[in-house]
């Protein structure tokens, strides 16, 4: 059993940045990719970004190139989202998945594929 942690969030006006964390433990095999997904109120739960397990490979949606970048630190199991540009649109609540089963995280980007998911930190932006 995979525990995601997440943290970071906050509320920042918009043009800041700030930088989630996700930390991974319970399982001593932790090569897998790993990503973020956001949820915003009364919205489908949607792909971020992804990372494989070497940090060679991300994925970005469309709506994040150029502002967001991904990063692990494999050594602590735990990836990163740094978020620059942020605008009121990305106003959500946060969540890091792990795609343990190899389902292809970052091509395959339905939510509904992934089990495992932190508790989610909020990012609110204002204008």
Known sequence: ?????????????????????CAASGRTD???AMGW??????KEREFVASINWSGITTYYA?????????SRDNAKNTIYLQMNS?????TAVYYCTID???????LTRDPKTFA???QGTQVTVSS
């Open 62 to 70: 469309d709506f994040v190139k150029g502002r967001f970048t991904m």
């Open 100 to 106: 343990d089963d190899d389902h292809g995280l970052g």
């Open 1 to 21: 059993q995979v525990h995601l942690a997440e943290s970071g969030g906050g509320s920042v006006q918009a043009g800041g940045s700030l930088r989630l964390s």
């Open 37 to 42: 997904f956001r949820q915003a109120p009364g």
């Open 30 to 32: 932790m090569k897998y």
């Open 116 to 118: 495992s998911w932190g």
């Open 86 to 90: 942020l605008k009121p649109e990305d």
